[in-house]
């Protein structure tokens, strides 16, 4: 698709259950964002990949949560034994990279722990 | 830490009033950058604005880097309910590795 895409739209898990959010980003783009986003709130960095270089996991809240991009292109961000607290909008962005700073976003996986 | 302080944080005006919107941070930024946000969407880009003191227009929007490369305005004139949304600011890094997001200006519009 010529957009960022991510999967599922929606998900509701019960605490304790592990998750899996996933996004597919515009072809061709080197570098991929993942954030959090409480309601009506501004984006909280998570992590960052960039090429075949090691991600910037800085932003990762705690070790439950993971993230990894196959073959430079698909990412997928687990969040393991989810909390109540956990539950925002998880959104994923791509960007050119190599000096294109400009980042195109996903819908989003709206997360709910119930 | 939260890098980037937006206000205000609410905004409700009637149609066809101006605002202007702040992004202020104690660092410099490589480059900034304008997102609005729809509910249930992600932000889309508006603009980026690169030299220190640039000023950029998109129709009734118009946007300013400071001279420091620290803060930005976005001015709108003659607001209308299709500008409705979530303003968000994001200053990039000097290598471009993370974005610096605001902590948003939820703005709505009245017909």
């Known amino acids: 698709g010529a957009g960022v895409s991510q999967s599922p739209s929606n998900k509701v898990t019960e605490k304790g259950k592990d998750v899996e959010l996933r996004c597919d980003p515009i072809?061709?783009?080197?570098?991929l964002y993942w954030y959090r986003q409480s309601l009506g709130q501004g984006l909280e960095f998570l992590i960052y990949?960039?090429?075949?270089?090691?991600?910037?996991k800085s932003g990762l809240p705690s070790d439950r949560f993971s993230a990894e991009r196959t073959g430079g292109s698909v990412s997928t961000l687990t969040i393991q034994r989810t909390q109540q607290e956990d539950s925002a909008v998880y959104l994923c962005?791509?960007?050119?990279?190599?000096?294109?700073?400009?980042?195109?976003f996903g819908q989003g996986t709206r997360l709910t722990v119930v | 830490t939260q890098l980037l302080e937006q206000s205000p944080q609410f905004l409700s005006i009637q149609e066809g009033e101006n605002l202007t919107v702040y992004c202020n941070s104690s660092s410099v930024f490589s480059s900034l950058q304008w997102y609005r946000q729809e509910p249930g969407e992600g932000p889309v880009l508006l603009v980026t604005v690169v030299t220190g003191g640039e000023v950029k227009k998109l129709k009734r929007l118009t946007f300013q880097f400071g001279d420091a490369r620290k803060d930005s305005s976005l001015h709108i004139t003659a607001a209308q309910p299709g500008d409705t949304g979530l303003y968000l600011c994001?200053?990039?890094?000097?290598?471009?590795?993370?974005?610096?997001f605001g902590t948003g200006t939820s703005l709505t519009v009245i017909p």
């Open positions: 072809s061709g783009h080197t570098a």
């Open positions: 990949f960039q090429g075949n270089s090691a991600p910037d």
């Open positions: 994001a200053g990039a890094s000097d290598t471009g590795n993370q974005f610096y």
């Open positions: 962005a791509s960007s050119p990279g190599q000096g294109n700073t400009e980042a195109f």
